[in-house]
């Protein structure tokens, strides 16, 4: 089993025209996402690479094609519209790939969410993958095997560094979600965790932190009270400099808040397996499982 | 993004926040000028990108325009030092004139992201000049919050609220409701990621202002607000970074000894841990993106290598959808037009990483490859030993 996005995934990609949003397009479809329609205003009727109809608008694609999932391509300033318009539509998994979107318009996501049946994954996150099954982002699909270890991360590449680890010990992945570096994201460390809890495949999960926030800490304290499975954990940016924006608008320690160090020591006192470098990740996660 | 003092309180001016009559002056001269002009009592603030100025001898109060004179002789051209400036300090360029005011109660207001819930919130606390984060830790009781919900935005209900929750009473009630909501609108309107009005201060005749301003901008949202690029200082920053981002590279300069070259955020963070954890320290972020070509690799070697502290430089690239074998012809392309004399290691890892470990050891140049995350940090660190 996976979490979130399976063989049963039918895939509407935002911004499917795009420079981005084609190219990714096609990686997607070639792992084998059921990548099943496009929308971008104005080009309705026509038909990426000869295949995928695009429509104008979200409504349309999802009456016309069933669509359950979206990818959200497009760039910053239309993102949080897009994020709503797949909410409104009734999709019921949005992953926003998009870096870059100012924070007030994610409060606003965020408030129209609340009360509509959507997750959203991001933004400025990879994507969600359940190996050899369906990818729905930007991730490498080669690095990873399928299996039983669950994957959250707030970063991109030091997620696919995490993942090779994993892999190149055996290790395979039921599902991987980068949930995204910025301040607002629609699906924290704590959801992920409790979707894992219930997947009776996913028999651990690795978390990979950064500065800046306190979603690490609500984890912990979710995992200590809640969750039997072995969690192994590590957090970026022990050397990062307090009030400096590292990269992700997220990464930011304000005050004395949001260390890595701070981070790391209330996930240890939680149980969670701690890397102790992150070129140990797959390494400890093999130890927890033995 | 963040601005000076008297740039925030002009802002928030024209949103109809009260703030003290002010001017800018850049020479002593000018300042005696407009303390004259505002008569009586001034206060004479340095203007620079840190807080707990007043501590490090960068806010005095003069009593007539001769004595704002001195003060601003002192301060425009002294390396002002404080907790937020680190031991090198900042130097101080421009001074802002207050009018001085008959101040009854000194407050705390701000308005910050709380990202837990994904909200504003309004916070507000009757310990002003205190930093916030003091006040959260001893007496967080202290502390009120009214989260706003952005569908109707900051209520009436809210605003009162927090008016008598500080104690506030009369006139002063009036003053401060007109206060949050012009406060509230700015935040807004201006794409802020911050505000911090520390202290708001009560007058003996009722009025509510700002005494202190403190607002950064949402860099997201710069596209929206084309006329703020021109209240950036470039003297508040590191000039490698001013440099840097010419270039449109992702750099923040560190006080280590090993440049590092990552693509992507998360990763650069952890590249620079592993320095640090082999024995060394970062002299860097840098983060160039998940492409990694060779013209972003040219610039980024051109900034550290610009940074006399650097004695090494460790790249770390993870090809993941692009190929390690085209890196490695950037990587060279790039090294290969500069003169480096620092010891290279270069570390890729994803798709075709064998073939750009041979094209690399097969170039002229000298840098050795790293064929993990952990045997590139150790050979970095040992390279300078």
């Not at chain 2, 610009?306 to 390690?324: E, H, W």
């Amino acid at each position: 089993m996976s979490i979130l996005v399976d063989e049963n995934t039918r895939l509407v990609v935002q911004g499917i025209t795009g420079s981005e949003g084609s190219f990714h397009t096609r990686q997607m479809i070639e792992y084998g996402t059921n990548v099943i329609a496009g929308v971008t205003p104005g080009k309705g009727g026509q038909k990426f690479d000869d295949k995928v109809p695009v429509f104008n608008t979200l409504d349309e694609a999802v009456r016309e094609t069933g669509a359950n999932a979206s990818a959200i391509f497009v760039p910053p300033p239309f993102a949080a519209d897009a994020i709503m318009e797949s909410a409104n539509a009734g999709i019921a998994l949005v992953v926003c790939i998009t870096e870059g979107i100012p924070t007030l318009d994610m409060v606003k996501v965020h408030a129209y969410l609340k009360d509509r049946n959507t997750r959203l994954i991001g933004p400025n996150c990879p994507g969600v993958i359940s190996p050899g099954k369906c990818k729905i982002g930007i991730m490498p699909g080669f690095i990873h095997q399928p299996g039983k270890v669950g994957l959250i991360s707030r970063s991109g590449t030091l997620t696919y560094e995490a993942v090779k680890q994993l892999s190149d010990l055996g290790i395979g992945q039921s599902t991987c979600i980068g949930i995204g570096g910025d301040p607002i994201i629609g699906t924290t460390f704590t959801d992920a965790l409790k979707i894992f809890k219930d997947d009776t495949d996913t028999e651990a999960v690795v978390m990979i932190g950064e500065i800046g926030g306190t979603a690490e800490q609500e984890a912990a304290a979710y995992i200590n009270e809640n969750l039997d499975k072995p969690v192994v954990a590590y957090v970026a940016g022990r050397t990062a400099p307090p009030g400096r924006r590292m990269g992700h608008a997220g990464a930011i320690i304000s005050g004395s808040e949001g260390t890595a160090t701070e981070k790391t020591e209330i996930l240890r006192n939680a149980g969670v397996h701690v890397a102790e470098t992150p070129a140990e990740i797959g390494a400890t996660m093999q130890k927890a499982l033995s | 993004m963040k601005i000076h003092e008297y740039q925030a309180k002009a802002i928030l001016k024209n949103f109809g926040v009260e703030v003290p009559r002010g001017y800018l002056a850049e020479t002593a001269i000018e300042a005696k000028k407009f303390a004259a002009e505002l008569g009586g009592t001034v206060v004479v603030k340095a203007q620079i990108h840190a807080g707990g100025r007043g501590k490090g001898g960068g806010v005095k109060i003069a009593k007539n325009a001769d004595e704002a004179e001195a003060f601003a002789t002192e301060m425009i051209g002294m390396n002002l030092v404080t907790h937020q400036t680190g031991p090198k300090g900042k130097k101080v360029r421009k001074v802002l004139i207050e009018e001085g005011l008959d101040i009854l109660r000194e407050l705390y207001l701000g308005i910050v992201l709380d990202r837990t819930n994904g909200q504003l919130v309004f916070m507000a606390s009757t310990e002003g000049g205190v930093e916030i984060e003091k006040v959260a830790s001893e007496t967080p009781e202290k502390i009120l919050k009214e989260h706003i919900d952005l569908t109707v935005g900051l209520q009436p209900f809210q605003a009162r609220k927090l008016a008598f929750g500080l104690g506030l009473q009369g006139e002063q009630v009036k003053h401060a409701l007109k206060f949050f909501n012009a406060l509230y609108k700015a935040f807004m309107e201006s794409d802020c990621s911050m505000a911090e009005i520390n202290p708001l201060v009560v007058t003996k005749d009722g009025n509510v202002l700002a005494l202190d301003a403190k607002i950064t901008f949402d860099d997201n949202a710069m596209y929206r607000h084309k006329d703020f690029a021109e209240l950036r200082d470039v003297y508040e920053e590191e000039p490698l970074e001013v440099e840097a981002s010419k270039y449109g590279l992702n750099y923040i300069k560190l006080d280590g000894v090993v440049g590092c070259m990552v693509n992507g955020a998360g990763l650069a963070m952890a590249t620079m841990d592993m320095i640090k954890i082999a024995g060394s320290e970062p002299a860097n972020f840098l983060d160039v993106g998940g492409g990694a070509s060779a013209e972003t690799v040219e610039n980024g070697f051109k900034i550290l290598l610009s940074d006399k502290n650097v004695k090494a430089v460790l790249i770390n690239i993870f090809g993941g959808i692009v190929r390690c074998d085209r890196v490695a012809k950037g990587v060279i392309k790039a090294a290969s037009k500069m003169d480096i004399n620092v010891p290279v290691v270069v570390r890729l890892e994803g798709t075709n990483a064998e073939e750009a470990a041979k094209l690399l050891e097969e170039s002229d140049l000298s840098f050795e490859v790293g064929r993990n995350f952990q045997e590139a940090a150790e050979k970095i660190v040992a390279a300078i030993a």
